[in-house]
């Protein structure tokens, strides 16, 4: 049930270097929102500016949270962005992870795709449910959910300036044997790290969910802008759109050589 609403800013906050959390009131999407979808924010109101879209990293009464990273023009801009300012925002759109209740949970988070890890997280842990949570990125300059308690947190950099050295599909693989099977992982981040998670869960015959990533436009299925390759329930190829089909899909139904 998506709605389309003028959201008041709450908050915008620097958390790292790059990274912001932005806190937009939107009661009907907050109210609507399952952990795996996300908005498109209206730059201007403008419709020469594509909207862009954001993962929904928590929901706090009324409110949405949002965490992003500064990597262009608008993001950017968002961070000038302040207190009782409104912008237009439509969500939630996309589909959303579909929560295993027996076994080990983890969720496996890089770079922006931190954001709906840790909506996800709250909510598993809303029910009950203890998620274990790698979190990996290339330094120790990233975005890291430190509020995740250290017993439950995997961290892991490409440099080692921070926790396990290496990626964090290899620290993965390290913990895995340690974890009560059925083993359920859910991911967001870089093509790469999704391309090796679907390769640890057929190696481990574990169900793995990941929550691609692609340019957006529409963000409702009109545009095309977001196609990539999948494969069928009979192996046969196929075109889905990540803002409609997705963007949470099986890990065996991406092609990623396609
Ligand atoms: C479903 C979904 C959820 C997302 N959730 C988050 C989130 O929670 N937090 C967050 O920070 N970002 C998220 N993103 C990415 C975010 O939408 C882009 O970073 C943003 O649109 C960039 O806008 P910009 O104007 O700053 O950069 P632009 O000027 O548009 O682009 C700057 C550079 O980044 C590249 N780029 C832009 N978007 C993407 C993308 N999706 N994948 C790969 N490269 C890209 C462009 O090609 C260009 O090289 C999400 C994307 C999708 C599709
Ligand atoms: S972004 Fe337009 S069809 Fe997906």
């Not at 929102?33 to 201007?44: L, R, S, T, V």
């Not at 992003?68 to 993001?75: A, C, E, R, W």
């Not at 950099?157 to 895995?176: A, M, P, R």
């Not at 340019?215 to 803002?243: F, P, R």
Request: charged share 20%; proline share 4%.
């Amino acid at each position: 049930m998506k709605n389309i609403c003028e959201s008041i800013i709450i908050e915008n906050t620097q958390l790292t270097k790059d990274y912001w959390k932005l806190k937009l009131e939107a009661p009907t999407i907050a109210k609507n929102a399952k952990p795996g979808q996300f908005i498109e924010i209206y730059f201007n109101n403008s419709v020469k500016i594509f909207p862009r879209p954001f993962s929904i990293a928590g929901i706090d009464e009324n409110n949405l949270v949002l965490i992003y990273k500064i990597v262009g023009s608008q993001t950017k801009k968002m961070t000038s962005w302040k207190t009782g300012e409104q912008h237009r925002i439509l969500g939630p759109l996309g589909n959303f992870f579909q929560i295993n209740n027996i076994g080990t949970n983890v969720l496996v988070g890089g770079g922006v795709g931190t954001a709906p890890m840790i909506f996800l997280r709250s909510h598993l842990i809303s029910k009950g449910l203890e998620p274990k949570y790698f979190s990996g990125a290339r330094n120790d300059l990233e975005y890291f959910p430190e509020e995740v308690k250290n017993s439950q947190l995997f961290i892991s950099t490409d440099d080692g300036s921070k926790g396990f050295k290496g990626n964090v599909v290899q620290h993965l693989e390290k913990e895995i044997q340690n974890f009560k099977q059925p083993i359920n992982i859910y991911s967001c981040g870089p093509k790469k790290m999704m391309e090796a998670l679907k390769k640890l869960g057929q190696k481990y015959k574990i169900k793995v969910q990941l929550s691609m990533e692609t340019l957006m436009a529409c963000g409702m299925g009109l545009c095309q802008g977001c196609a990539i390759k999948t494969y069928s329930k009979n192996g046969e190829d196929k075109i889905s759109l990540v803002c409609k089909d997705g963007p949470i899909f099986k890990a065996e139904e991406i092609n990623f050589h396609g």
